[in-house]
């Protein structure tokens, strides 16, 4: 999952869970960004 995508589950965890439910999150790996996502970065980022 994208990190940009975390606070879009966390409102959804809660509104799931009634607010009672918890998620640790850790990074597992890398991958290639590509697409849309990789042509926000760039635009945010000037490149």
């Given amino acids: 999952m994208l990190e940009a995508e975390l606070q879009d ?6 509104s799931a869970t009634a607010g009672v439910g918890n998620f640790t999150a850790r990074s597992d790996h890398l991958f290639e960004l590509t697409g849309k996502p990789a042509e926000q970065v760039l635009q945010k980022h000037g490149r």
């Avoid at 589950?9 to 809660?14: A, C, K, S, T, Y």
């Fill in 9 to 14: 589950l966390i409102v959804e965890m809660g």
